[in-house]
């Protein structure tokens, strides 16, 4: 796993870039619970979010957006005709669209609804281990609610499959935080444990990949490795001046507005896994 620090540094640094100076509107159809982190950090680092999900706004609004960022935490059957008719309006005029499947193996409703997603042509589908491996076999099994009880390593073959399969990028949240096209694994081996105490942290950086995606959607695989890795730096940058989750969090946000080239190009750590 050979670091390669003078390839990504530059590309985290040139897809943070593009985001803050051109500013591009990302609708997020998201959990109640994550609204606020979402919302935050989407504007910290330059994105402009948009928390529209009525479904009767949708043609009027959605093509006008530079991405749409899908998240299913808190389902509903009222909110799932809008999340579909989003993102079949995306994918038919060809902008770039993406899925947090959250807890999809969790219930047959939950599992169905992504699985109807996923038909939709997501540019990316981003996970924890759980999350993606019940998306590739399509099935529901135990799990701990919205957390993985796998690790991400684990979810690696899983996750080529249901890349393969769906046409999109796939990126798999944990320790290591994977992404593939089917072909290509690379791994971002940014962020601090304590990320995991904060709720929303992954719903947010899903929301953030969709920005990065935005402004470089003909390599999505590279904006969405380059995501994970902004993100995780401002989790470590965060992290040695917090006290505990809440503090963290606040210095998360304050770090993603502050980042700058020097910090990304001595911090960004991906690696190719195959």
């Keep these: 796993m050979e670091k390669e620090p003078n390839e990504w540094g530059p590309k985290a640094w040139a897809h943070l870039s593009a985001v803050r100076a051109q500013s591009p509107l990302i609708q997020c159809i998201t959990n109640y619970v994550s609204m606020d982190l979402v919302a935050n950090t989407l504007l910290s680092t330059g994105a402009s979010p948009a928390m529209l999900h009525t479904i009767e706004e949708i ?10 960022y899908v998240n299913v935490g808190t389902l509903s059957a009222n909110w799932l005709p809008s999340m579909k008719a989003a993102a079949q309006l995306a994918s038919q005029l060809g902008k770039p669209w993406v899925l947090d499947p959250v807890a999809a193996g969790a219930s047959g409703f939950r599992l169905n609804a992504c699985l109807e997603l996923v038909q939709l ?14 998306l590739s076999q399509a099935s529901v099994g135990p799990t701990k609610g919205v957390d993985s009880s796998h690790e991400s390593m684990d979810a690696m073959e899983a996750a080529k499959c249901l890349a393969e399969a769906s046409g999109g990028i796939v990126a798999v949240s944990g320790a290591v935080d994977i ?4 072909r290509r694994v690379v791994g971002a081996h940014n962020g601090v444990p304590m990320m995991q105490k904060i709720t929303a942290t992954g719903c947010s950086v899903t929301a953030l990949i969709a920005a990065f995606v935005a402004v470089d959607p003909s390599h999505a695989f590279e904006a969405t490795a380059s995501a994970l890795s902004v993100y995780g730096i401002a989790g470590e940058m965060g992290m040695s001046m917090a006290k505990g989750p809440a503090s963290l969090r606040m210095h998360m946000i ?6 700058d080239q020097a910090a990304l190009l001595s911090r960004t750590n991906i690696t190719a896994l195959s």
Excluded: M
Aim: with cysteine.
């Design 59 to 68: 043609p009027d609004f959605t093509p006008h957006v530079h991405a749409l």
């Design 121 to 134: 042509k997501p540019t990316v589908i981003r996970g924890n281990a759980s999350e993606i491996t019940a």
């Design 254 to 259: 304050d770090c993603l507005h502050g980042l």
């Design 179 to 182: 992404v593939t096209d089917g």
